[in-house]
Each structure stands twice: as C-alpha cells, then as structure tokens.
C-alpha cells in the first residue's frame, strides 16, 4: 500500500484528471460495443463483450471510480483524488455519449438504449436501484480484484474480469459510469435521472467496500493463524 500511495501522490493533478476521463471514454465505449452486439447478436455475447471497458482500464490503469472506491478506508487514494475521478469519469462517458447521439441516433442501436434508458427512469426505485448497486459494485470489485492477482497468467485473470463483469450486465445491474453513457446517448438527462446517478453511484460504492472489508478481514485472519 505505501509504494502505491508514493506513485499515486507523484501524479500530478492534470494527469489524474486525464487518466479519469479516460476511464469513463472506456466504459462507454462498453456500453457502445455492448449495444452493438445486442442489436445484430445475442444479449448474452453482448453482455460479455462490455467487459472491454474495464479490461481497457485495468491494461492502462486508468482512475475509474467505480474500480477504486472499494479502497477507500484503505488510505490509497484522498477524497480528492475520489471527486476527480467521479467528475472525469462523468466527463469521459457523457462526451463519449454525445457524440453517440449525434452520429447514431438514426440506429437501432440509439432505439435500444433510448428505450432502456427511459424504463429505468420510469421504474426508479430507491431501494431496488440501491440494492442492484451494491450487488454492481461487488461484481466490479471482484474483476479488479481478479485482475491483480497476479499468481494467475493473464489469460486467466482477464477470463475472470470477462466473467464477472459479464455477469452483472447480462442481470441488468446498474452501473453509475455506465449508466452516465446511456443516458447520455438517449439525451434524456433530469433532476430524475441526476438522482439515478447518485444513488447509483452509493449502491455501488457500499458493494465495493463491504467486499474489500471481507477481503481484508480474511487476510488478516489468516495472517494471525500464520
């Protein structure tokens, strides 16, 4: 944790802002190969095939939020290096969105994501969405964790990253830097769908959390039996 916080605090702040943005344009270009496949393919490759987001994020090391806040008690990252990451991840995707609008909005792929875009509006459930979240957020945690394992080769650790966070997407779980892309790409931007994106982002914060609080707990159990 201590060498990781020196490179952290030798990044300077324009690079960190640089690496978020980054991160969100790689997660909706997900979302983008996701909706492609589904409109000429099945749901199920689809779903797998978003993973190419985080795998992006995970080779280059990009901030994504979502893939770092798990670690947040951890004292690997400030609370500023947190806002950063939310506000350039929000920044990479909605870009990345907008430009979908415009070039592909005569698609069937603009009509799938406009269409479960709007339903998710539609039925914004506290609970449900908090609760689809913190499930999200586990699911995420467990891919970056995967990933870092590094006892396994690389082709098992990325079959892992495409597992879970093919997983979650085919269980229509929410993701807040995802679901920053889509609603971009439906232009259906609200107070409501702001508040979407909030709670979102809670439920998956609290699902990464808990999972890397297990994570340390059985660590340091296993240490002490040692």
């Not at 978003?50 to 992006?56: A, E, V, Y």
């Not at 280059?60 to 991840?89: C, H, P, Q, R």
């Not at 459930?125 to 999200?136: A, D, P, W």
């Not at 914060?205 to 159990?221: E, Q």
């Amino acid at each position: 944790v201590g060498s990781e916080m020196c490179i952290r605090d030798r990044i300077t702040t324009s690079k960190k802002i640089f690496l978020s943005i980054l991160a969100g344009a790689a997660i909706a270009f997900g979302g983008l190969t996701y909706l492609f496949l589904k409109s000429v393919t099945s749901v199920i490759l689809a779903s797998f095939c978003f993973s190419i987001g985080l795998i992006i994020v995970l080779v280059f090391s990009l901030w994504l939020f979502t893939g770092k806040i798990g670690y947040a008690f951890d004292k690997e990252f400030s609370v500023l290096d947190f806002i950063i990451m939310f506000f350039g991840n929000f920044l990479g995707a909605v870009t990345i969105g907008y430009i979908a609008y415009f070039v592909l909005k005569d698609t069937n792929m603009y009509v799938i994501n406009l269409n479960t875009s709007i339903s998710k509006l539609d039925n914004f459930n506290f609970v449900n969405l908090l609760l689809s979240g913190i499930v999200c957020g586990g699911f995420v945690y467990a891919a970056v964790e995967a990933y870092k394992f590094k006892k396994l080769n690389i082709i098992l650790r990325i079959i892992l990253v495409v597992a879970f966070i093919g997983t979650f997407v085919y269980l229509s779980l929410n993701h807040c830097v995802a679901n920053m892309f889509y609603f971009s790409f439906a232009s259906c931007w609200s107070f409501r769908a702001l508040l979407f994106i909030l709670v979102n982002t809670l439920g998956n914060s609290i699902g990464a959390i808990i999972l890397n609080t297990i994570k340390n707990l059985v660590v340091n159990l296993v240490n002490k039996k040692q």
